[in-house]
């Protein structure tokens, strides 16, 4: 009964460990499960994104190009030259009480990243803003669910997808 009662480093540690494997357990099946969750049409209609669990933290949403309208050989290039197709552009989002979830977005031309919040909107779309610093001083796009996305190889969009 003593053990319980007074302080102790490793029962605070092996608690803090045990505490944290739940809350990332609990987190990583709510970005599972977001409704945010799924394939996304850019409001253009020229690009699909996959927005799920990301690969190096599952407690975390990231959106992954998947789907590109383009008329070259290859799929468009990134800044460095790698190719767009598969990249990681929306990063580390994580939930906040509003129903938004905040992380960042990649600008895969430039390479530079800025601070962004995405939610679903009442009518089932799904937004996200981008900005650097004040989220007014932003741009928002509306995206629209796509449930059985023609896609190719290379990322390319199939006609009717």
């Not at 302080?7 to 987190?27: K, R, T, W, Y």
């Not at 938004?100 to 430039?110: A, I």
């Amino acid at each position: 009964m003593r053990f319980w009662a007074a302080p102790n480093i490793f029962h605070a540690g092996l608690m803090g460990v045990v505490g944290g494997l739940v809350m990332a357990a609990f987190s990583s099946a709510y970005a599972a499960s977001s409704p945010l969750a799924g394939t996304w049409l850019v409001k253009e209609k020229d690009g699909i994104f996959l927005i799920q669990s990301c690969q190096n933290d599952a407690a975390k949403l990231c959106g992954y190009l998947v789907g590109m309208d383009y008329t070259e050989a290859e799929p468009e290039k990134d800044y460095a030259g790698r190719s767009e197709c598969g990249m990681e552009i929306i990063s580390d989002m994580l939930p906040r009480k509003n129903g938004h979830w905040h992380g960042t977005v990649l600008n895969p031309r430039t390479g530079s990243r800025y601070q962004a919040s995405m939610w679903l909107a009442k009518d089932g779309t799904l937004k996200l803003r981008g900005y650097m610093g004040l989220s007014i001083f932003g741009q928002t796009q509306t995206w629209s669910r796509i449930d059985s996305p023609a896609i190719g190889a290379q990322c390319r969009m199939q006609k009717g997808g």
